[in-house]
């Protein structure tokens, strides 16, 4: 026999196709995150690739944990009535369940709480290929579980919660620009001038070893992208769909930008390398704007975040931080 539940009535306001697609954008999201540590695994010296990839899903793994016990409260609360930082009333997911949270009214919150923890999951790690081949890792556990509580769900809480200060002012951000991009960028460029220069830096030629890591990673990136900010709709609609074209089109136009501008500048040659730096920065570019703006639009992030990013990449060259993987510019 059928049981009936408590939370049974909640299930009126449940959307089985808003639900059904949000499952699958979790599951796109969390596909980008080994897809960064190959991104970064290909870009590194080969004594390095596993352990970047490796710290990528270490960092899913501590997050997670993290996300459980306290980080899902902190960023997300809805009953926290500051707006600074979510109270601790889902503390290990307690009242996480059916009933929807007020940013996702058509799917349960257990499912908003899991697409959310990988967002979570994935910023700490962005910021590793910084500061690749100069960690170890049980300090590395201890920054991932400490920096998503100190850093990233303060800054959530800002931008999302329905009572953060960003998020009442009117702050548009549609994917996570500011959680996740901005974030892991300037922990990234923290990161790296506090472990200060790998061994060698000047002297030695830190080339990348592997292009078809390179390349697979930034597939299973722009892959996994649609989840990321398609999936930020919350729900299977046309908001959705066109967060995923502009979405395609950003990348598409950054990755040839970016190949263009090295071919004149240097060596006349079209790189799958630079193609696939384009192709992340127009990603990264796109995304707090994925659900506002018009296909065009994303023709002129593609271009500008091509442009731009490139240049940036020669900021750490001017003002002497050792950036591994240019992971802030």
């Given at each position: 026999?059928?049981?009936?539940?408590?939370?049974?009535?909640?299930?009126?306001?449940?959307?089985?196709?808003?639900?059904?697609?949000?499952?699958?954008?979790?599951?796109?999201?969390?596909?980008?995150?080994?897809g960064l540590g190959y991104?970064?695994?290909?870009?590194?010296?080969?004594?390095n690739a596993v352990s970047?990839?490796?710290?990528?899903?270490?960092?899913?793994?501590?997050?997670?944990?993290?996300?459980?016990?306290?980080?899902?409260?902190?960023?997300?609360?809805?009953?926290?009535?500051?707006?600074?930082?979510?109270?601790?009333?889902?503390?290990?997911?307690?009242?996480?369940?059916?009933?929807?949270?007020?940013?996702?009214?058509?799917?349960?919150?257990?499912?908003?709480?899991?697409?959310?923890?990988?967002?979570?999951?994935?910023?700490?790690?962005?910021?590793?290929?910084?500061?690749?081949?100069?960690?170890?890792?049980?300090?590395?556990?201890?920054?991932?579980?400490?920096?998503?509580?100190?850093?990233?769900?303060?800054?959530?809480?800002?931008?999302?919660?329905?009572?953060?200060?960003?998020?009442?002012?009117?702050?548009?951000?549609?994917?996570?620009?500011?959680?996740?991009?901005?974030?892991?960028?300037?922990?990234?460029?923290?990161?790296?001038?506090?472990?200060?220069?790998?061994?060698?830096?000047?002297?030695?030629?830190?080339?990348?070893?592997?292009?078809?890591?390179?390349?697979?990673?930034?597939?299973?990136?722009?892959?996994?992208?649609?989840?990321?900010?398609?999936?930020?709709?919350?729900?299977?609609?046309?908001?959705?769909g066109s967060a995923a074209?502009?979405?395609?089109?950003?990348?598409?136009?950054?990755?040839?930008?970016?190949?263009?501008?090295?071919?004149?500048?240097?060596?006349?040659?079209?790189?799958?390398?630079?193609?696939?730096?384009?192709?992340?920065?127009?990603?990264?570019?796109?995304?707090?704007?994925?659900?506002?703006?018009?296909?065009?639009?994303?023709?002129?992030?593609?271009?500008?975040?091509?442009?731009?990013?490139?240049?940036?990449?020669?900021?750490?060259?001017?003002?002497?931080?050792?950036?591994?993987?240019?992971?802030?510019?």
């Amino acid at each position: 026999m059928y049981a009936k539940r408590a939370d049974d009535a909640s299930a009126q306001t449940i959307d089985t196709g808003d639900t059904a697609w949000i499952l699958a954008s979790t599951a796109l999201v969390f596909i980008m995150i080994p897809g960064l540590g190959y991104f970064y695994s290909g870009m590194a010296r080969s004594k390095n690739a596993v352990s970047l990839v490796f710290l990528c899903m270490v960092a899913l793994a501590v997050v997670s944990f993290q996300w459980w016990l306290w980080g899902y409260s902190l960023a997300l609360s809805e009953t926290a009535t500051n707006p600074f930082i979510g109270n601790l009333h889902h503390v290990a997911l307690h009242d996480v369940g059916a009933e929807p949270h007020p940013n996702a009214p058509t799917i349960p919150q257990d499912v908003y709480a899991l697409f959310q923890a990988m967002f979570a999951g994935i910023t700490p790690g962005l910021a590793v290929g910084a500061a690749a081949e100069r960690l170890r890792l049980m300090p590395s556990i201890l920054y991932f579980f400490f920096w998503s509580t100190l850093v990233y769900c303060p800054i959530a809480y800002w931008t999302w919660a329905p009572n953060g200060w960003l998020y009442k002012l009117g702050s548009l951000d549609f994917a996570g620009g500011t959680p996740v991009h901005i974030c892991s960028g300037f922990a990234a460029l923290a990161y790296s001038l506090v472990l200060g220069k790998r061994h060698g830096y000047g002297e030695e030629q830190f080339a990348p070893h592997n292009f078809l890591n390179i390349l697979l990673g930034a597939a299973l990136l722009w892959f996994g992208w649609f989840g990321f900010n398609a999936g930020s709709a919350v729900a299977a609609n046309g908001r959705a769909g066109s967060a995923a074209i502009v979405t395609h089109l950003a990348a598409a136009v950054a990755g040839i930008t970016w190949a263009l501008v090295s071919y004149w500048r240097y060596d006349r040659k079209l790189s799958s390398f630079h193609f696939c730096s384009g192709v992340v920065s127009g990603l990264v570019a796109i995304t707090p704007a994925a659900g506002f703006v018009s296909p065009w639009a994303a023709i002129v992030f593609g271009v500008v975040s091509g442009v731009v990013c490139h240049f940036a990449v020669d900021l750490k060259e001017k003002l002497h931080f050792d950036d591994a993987l240019d992971v802030f510019a």
